[in-house]
């Protein structure tokens, strides 16, 4: 397993499990945007990762970092390690869709409320690394049409030259409520999302601009495919 793949399976783990022993709500639902407050970098930290000249359970520096008036999705807050800093888990994604995880001070993030989600704001070809959806105005009055694809291990050279590649895509309509929405898809079409059969294709999205949130329940694909993630617009 390549670097990345790597990288964005325990990116994948880390947003399913519970933190601290508490069940969560799912990810999509309890992340949050900030803004890196003015001045120079600020740089992110790793935690739990083993990494040479590094103690795991503390913050770790990196290489990686962000400037000011970036927009980051937070997921979790919290101490690490023994220090009494308080730390931002937080995912930045670049304009290629390639996303960076780790944690950042809280002092240097401020807090935004969610931007307001008109039905145009969805409309547009939205990426993350190996997969691809595109949203535009549905037949019907406030909906939205979905189309994508997903695969696992089309960053993996040898995986690809085996034919190893999983593949798996999505299409449904929904009708949002506010910055949420969702779909299943099922033997007769689409579906709204609570509508699904228990094996059906079922994904939620939540705008949170200027990204676009995705979870699945793992059906929508072949093995170890998933939509699940943050995505950036192309073309704006």
């Known amino acids: 397993m390549n670097v990345w793949l790597a990288r964005f399976a325990l990116a994948v783990a880390a947003l399913s499990i519970a933190t601290a022993g508490i069940a969560r709500e799912p990810w999509i639902d309890y992340a949050w945007l900030v803004k890196v407050k003015p001045g120079g970098k600020r740089f992110i930290y790793s935690h739990g990762v083993a990494r040479p000249g590094c103690d795991e359970a503390e913050p770790c520096l990196t290489k990686a970092y962000v400037i000011g008036g970036d927009l980051l999705v937070a997921s979790d807050i919290g101490t690490l390690g023994k220090g009494s800093t308080k730390w931002v888990e937080v995912e930045y994604v670049s304009r290629s869709g390639r996303s960076t995880f780790g ?10 409320a969610d931007p307001p989600a008109a039905i145009g704001a ?6 993350r690394t190996e997969a691809d959806i595109q949203m535009k105005p549905g037949r019907r009055v406030g909906t939205v049409s ?6 696992w291990g089309a960053s993996d050279p040898d995986r690809v030259r085996r034919g190893g590649v999983h593949i798996g895509e999505i299409e449904g309509t929904f009708q949002p409520v506010q910055s ?11 579906l ?3 509508k699904g059969e228990e094996f059906d294709c079922r994904v939620r999205f ?7 949130l995705v979870e699945d329940n793992g059906n929508c694909g072949g093995a170890n495919v998933s939509f699940l993630g943050t995505y950036v617009r192309q073309g704006r």
Request: zero cysteines.
């Open 180 to 190: 949420r929405g969702g779909f299943a898809m099922g033997e007769t079409g689409s």
């Open 146 to 151: 979905v189309t994508g694809e997903a695969t």
């Open 192 to 194: 709204p999302f609570d």
């Open 103 to 112: 944690w950042v001070r809280d002092a240097d993030l401020e807090p935004l």
């Open 206 to 212: 939540r705008l949170l601009l200027p990204y676009l």
């Open 122 to 127: 969805w409309t547009g070809n939205w990426q």
